[in-house]
T-cell receptor
């Protein structure tokens, strides 16, 4: 299985809602990533988990809260988002993140719209 | 700090003709270089990478890239373009070394292959 899956594919939420994005991989990768991508722009790194521990937070607002329940799962909890947070949220995984040239495998993304 | 430049927002090529998508980089030390492709409303797909060794790297779907250290370039090429190659292409770089090294993406180049 060489796939990263993400659910839901689309999400529309109001600014007062709480929702979660889910990412799963069964490739035995020990590094997992959340990226945010605006239209026609490159992905921007948000968080990195290495061996189920948060290792990088790229100064992301606290209304985004990541969670890594186990080595295969990565969640992104959303609360009190703003319309400018509307974007494609991509999850990725790689064998590990430290000092290695392993490529990242990306999921299809969740298209988030905040009203 | 590392950076990647993709000087062309869009590249147009006729089907059957060779294509080149340009990428130049700036990084301290030896670079790890990657190409990814993104189809509309999809995640990024890994095409190929350069770590070390032969300057000509072959990847998926008939794509190849040439690493040129003196020109700090890593251009993506394909001998004969297909209409289905039309997509957004991202070059990315990360420096070698230990510890977490962030993958830095270029701004992307849209490839349009006409029938």
């Amino acid at each position: 299985d060489t796939e990263v899956t993400q659910t839901p594919k689309h999400l529309v939420m109001g600014m007062t809602n709480k929702k979660s994005l889910k990412c799963e991989q069964h490739m035995g990768h020990r590094a997992m990533y959340w990226y945010k991508q605006k239209a026609k722009k490159p992905p921007e790194l948000m968080f990195v988990y290495s061996y189920e521990k948060l290792s990088i937070n790229e100064s992301v607002p606290s209304r985004f809260s990541p969670e890594c329940p186990n080595s295969s799962l990565l969640n992104l909890h959303l609360h009190a988002l703003q319309p400018e947070d509307s974007a494609l949220y991509l999850c990725a995984s790689s064998q590990e993140s430290r000092g290695s040239p392993n490529e990242q495998f990306f999921g299809p993304g969740t298209r988030l719209t905040v009203l | 700090a590392q950076s990647v430049a993709q000087p062309e927002d869009q590249v147009n090529v006729a089907e059957g003709n060779p294509l080149t998508v340009k990428c130049t980089y700036s990084v301290s030390g030896n670079p790890y270089l990657f190409w990814y492709v993104q189809y509309p409303n999809r995640g990024l797909q890994f095409l190929l990478k350069y770590i070390t060794g032969d300057n000509l790297v072959k990847g998926s779907y008939g794509f190849e890239a040439e690493f040129n250290k003196s020109q700090t370039s890593f251009h993506l090429k394909k001998p004969s373009a297909l209409v289905s190659d039309s997509a957004l292409y991202f070059c990315a770089v990360r420096p070698g070394g230990t510890g977490f090294q962030k993958l830095v993406f270029g701004t992307g180049t849209r490839l349009l292959v006409s029938p």
